[in-house]
């Protein structure tokens, strides 16, 4: 089953809000990444805990659009009018300062192997995620109380070394049919995006695809 969360680069420093008629303006700039019911380490290394912001679930859709109507009603129906989920958000300079001051230790977790994977994504982020920068939540399955693992990743990404995520982590970067690209930094959420780059893609080549 699919729980997308996305890494989105917006003009606004918060969720847009559909009461206000904001997703109509949302999309467009800059790049979006996608990753499926977790949150890539890369990802994490550019947040702390006191990026967390709350959002409406009913702020999902557009109050305007009719074409979201349905969408609206069913979100009435599962959460009511003034549920909220956990969300981060941050500037882009914090984003590349903290990403820059995290590479060594989170490479050194990791290992060598996966630093031309996090030396690009620092380049992209820089490049294009201007504004500020969004880690979307509303898709996974336990966003309404996502809020104190979400702490817990946040904190555990500057002890990584002793952190039980670590070993989860590094077992699925070693699986046979894992995407290291896509476990570590997640993937661009259209086809057209430029990420990975053909160079990393090279580099560290879908497994999927080479078997196909």
Not at 102 to 107: F, G, L, N
Request: net charge negative.
């Amino acid at each position: 089953m699919s729980h997308p969360v996305y890494l989105s680069s917006s003009a606004l420093p918060r969720m847009p809000e559909g009461s206000r008629n904001e997703w109509q303006g949302f999309f467009g700039d800059g790049t979006e990444l996608e990753a499926n019911a977790f949150f890539p380490l890369f990802w994490r290394a550019m947040f702390s805990e006191s990026d967390i912001r709350h959002a409406r679930f009913i702020d999902g859709y557009d109050i305007g659009d009719g074409d979201a109507a349905a969408d609206r009603d069913e979100c009435l129906d599962d959460f009511g009018p003034d549920a909220t989920y956990p969300y981060l958000v941050t500037d882009n300079a914090s984003a590349v300062s903290r990403l820059a001051s995290r590479r060594e230790a989170v490479i050194a977790a990791i290992g060598e192997r996966y630093r031309p994977i996090y030396e690009a994504f620092e380049a992209l982020v820089a490049q294009r995620f201007p504004g500020h920068i969004l880690l979307r939540t509303q898709g996974l399955p336990d966003a309404a109380d996502a809020e104190p693992w979400l702490r817990s990743d946040l904190a555990e990404t500057d002890r990584l070394k002793d952190s039980k995520a670590l070993a989860s982590l590094m077992r699925d970067l070693e699986r046979r049919d894992a995407d290291a690209v896509w476990t570590l930094a997640g993937l661009s959420s259209s086809a057209d995006e430029a990420w990975p780059t053909p160079a990393l893609r090279e580099r560290f080549p879908d497994p999927r695809r080479r078997r196909a």
